[in-house]
């Protein structure tokens, strides 16, 4: 069997398993953190497939801004009790995670598997990033600006329901700003 066929089942194995749990578990950080090593390892996969832009995208996109941002929404709305865990009672989950994680780096990098040949259109040569972003900013450029535009309301809709929840702010009422008079005010006492 070759190697890149052993290391791509590999991956998904680990893929699949960890997709299980985290559909499974309970905890919906927990989740998203599990997620989080889902689009790790689906990033090695394209990096097998000599995608390697949308490897780095899949990363800082969506493991760095996206979920992220989903994190940060469920922990703000989380109405669980919060129990600050012990320090050493996810080492070992954790440990075995980042250990998994740096031996299917070192898969890769051992693979040696890094062409940097470049697809020749009309006698020019072109990488793939660059023919991405000619094709998204070209032919599909109404659905990247949809999706943007979604984007943008859905983290709207998330700073909005935060804010909505918190009863002890304390907010601006203009109406009764502008209808203050001095005697609202001012209060003359005597001796």
């Known amino acids: 069997m070759e190697y890149q066929l052993i290391l791509f089942y590999f991956l998904s194995t680990i893929i ?24 790790f390892n ?7 497939l000599n995608a390697e832009f949308l490897a780095i ?12 941002l989903f994190l940060f929404v469920v922990m703000m709305l989380s109405e669980h009790e919060k129990q600050i865990p012990k320090k050493n009672s996810y080492i070992f989950l954790s440990s075995i995670v980042g250990l998994t994680m740096f031996v299917e780096l070192l898969l890769i990098i051992l693979s040696g598997n890094f062409n940097i040949a470049t697809p020749v259109i009309n006698n020019i040569n072109v990488s793939n990033t660059s023919l991405l972003g000619i094709e998204i900013y070209t032919n599909h450029l109404i659905s990247f600006e949809i999706t943007a535009f979604i984007l ?7 700073i909005a329901i935060t804010y909505s929840k918190k009863k002890k702010v304390l907010r601006q009422n203009t109406e009764t700003q502008i209808n203050a008079t001095k005697a609202d005010r001012l209060k003359i006492m005597k001796d």
Not at 27 to 33: E, G
């Open 16 to 39: 699949l398993i960890s997709s299980i749990a985290m559909i499974l578990i309970r905890n919906t950080v927990n989740s998203a953190l599990l997620l989080v090593f889902i689009f």
């Open 42 to 48: 689906t990033a090695i996969i394209w990096l097998l």
């Open 57 to 68: 995208l899949l990363v800082l996109v969506y493991v760095g801004a996206v979920l992220v």
């Open 152 to 158: 943008l309301v859905a983290i709207i809709a998330a």
